[in-house]
């Protein structure tokens, strides 16, 4: 039983978002494996935030969803973000809180080998519209809802 305990804690971490206004509003506690790294189009990953200060550490564990993968292209407006056309993210409710008007994060890239779109469910969310692409390294593990 102990080896079982030793093989779970060296996996697995639970994280708990306790933040008013979720990103992914329907869920709190996640199951994160951090043996699952491959990154998977529309998968829930916990990644390090990095260069995100004063808001966030570096090293702050963050959790997303992956909407863009190497080679997307990415189209980024005060209306909405498109990833290969595809509607991801709408708005930019926070602009206005990080006191940078919305236009400022407008932006048309293709992301990069390693880099990786990430976005929030909630038009709150604190997202890639305004970091922009998270390098593969900064990938903690493969996220899994839990209640």
Request: aromatic share 10%.
């Amino acid at each position: 039983m102990a080896l079982v305990g030793t093989y779970a804690m060296m996996r697995y971490r639970i994280g708990i978002d306790t933040q008013q206004e979720r990103c992914l509003p329907d869920t709190t506690v996640y199951l994160i494996d951090l043996w699952n790294k491959e990154p998977v189009k529309d998968g829930l990953y916990a990644f390090h935030s990095k260069g995100l200060a004063p808001l966030y550490n570096d090293g702050t564990r963050m959790l997303k969803r992956l909407t863009g993968m190497p080679g997307d292209e990415v189209n980024v407006t005060p209306e909405h973000v498109l990833v290969n056309g595809a509607e991801v993210s709408t708005g930019m409710e926070l602009a206005q809180r990080l006191g940078v008007a919305e236009s400022q994060f407008s932006r048309s890239l293709t992301l990069q080998e390693n880099e990786y779109w990430f976005s929030g469910e909630a038009a709150t969310s604190f997202d890639s519209r305004y970091w922009n692409a998270v390098k593969r390294e900064q990938i903690v593990g493969r996220a899994w809802p839990l209640w």
